[in-house]
T-cell receptor
Framework: AQKVTQAQTEISVVEKEDVTLDCVYETRDTTYYLFWYKQPPSGELVFLIRRNSFDEQNEISGRYSWNFQKSTSSFNFTITASQVVDSAVYFCALRGGRSGYSTLTFGKGTMLLVSP | GAGVSQSPRYKVAKRGQDVALRCDPISGHVSLFWYQQALGQGPEFLTYFQNEAQLDKSGLPSDRFFAERPEGSVSTLKIQRTQQEDSAVYLC?????????????FGDGTRLSIL
């Protein structure tokens, strides 16, 4: 069974603050894939990043960075110098298995509100 | 088109009516998925197609839900005898290949309201 927990339901920050969105996952698979998606008010889920379980390098893309800690089963997402356009619901998701088919399991999401 | 296209964007139906939701995936994408997203929740898996074959329908909540992808491109999700609990956003996603590492690309969704 797979499970993704996003304990933060809603976070409010002021523009230019840094913010970290937490994601904790559970899986029995030894190989798995973690994803982050952004859902703005328009509704479309926008793919942000994929992380393989066998690659623990952290990644930075502009103002976005991701911290993968296999030892604590966490895959946290940090936005540096937040902007109003970052306001959205962010979902962490997990898909297990190197081969064969498995479903994509989402957390409940964290709503980020960035005010000017 | 460049992305996944879903129609209609909004659908209002009376309880008991049948509805059909359309998904046009990214051209060339082999895999197609349907999800149901309740208010304030993450998307929940409904069904999966690889080309025209429906390989997983374990997430369909009842036999009132039916999906098809007859030619391996456009897919339709049909809900018969709709109930109020069917009100949700229905999301379609596609991916280029069939591996579990493939990112899924989502459409804007169809917001279904059952009165």
């Amino acid at each position: 069974a797979q499970k993704v927990t996003q304990a933060q339901t809603e976070i409010s920050v002021v523009e230019k603050e840094d913010v970290t969105l937490d994601c904790v996952y559970e899986t029995r698979d030894t190989t798995y894939y973690l994803f982050w998606y952004k859902q703005p008010p328009s509704g479309e889920l926008v793919f942000l990043i994929r992380r393989n379980s066998f690659d623990e390098q952290n990644e930075i893309s502009g103002r976005y960075s991701w911290n993968f800690q296999k030892s604590t089963s966490s895959f946290n997402f940090t936005i540096t110098a937040s902007q109003v356009v970052d306001s959205a619901v962010y979902f962490c998701a997990l898909r297990g298995g190197r081969s064969g088919y498995s479903t994509l399991t989402f957390g409940k999401g964290t709503m980020l509100l960035v005010s000017p | 088109g460049a992305g996944v296209s879903q129609s209609p964007r909004y659908k209002v139906a009376k309880r008991g009516q049948d509805v059909a939701l359309r998904c046009d995936p990214i051209s060339g994408h082999v895999s197609l998925f349907w999800y149901q997203q309740a208010l304030g929740q993450g998307p929940e898996f409904l069904t999966y197609f690889q080309n025209e074959a429906q390989l997983d329908k374990s997430g369909l909540p009842s036999d009132r839900f039916f999906a098809e992808r007859p030619e391996g491109s456009v897919s339709t999700l049909k809900i018969q005898r709709t109930q109020q609990e069917d009100s949700a956003v229905y999301l379609c996603a596609s991916s280029l290949g069939q591996g579990n590492n493939q990112p899924q690309h989502f459409g804007d969704g169809t917001r279904l309201s059952i009165l």
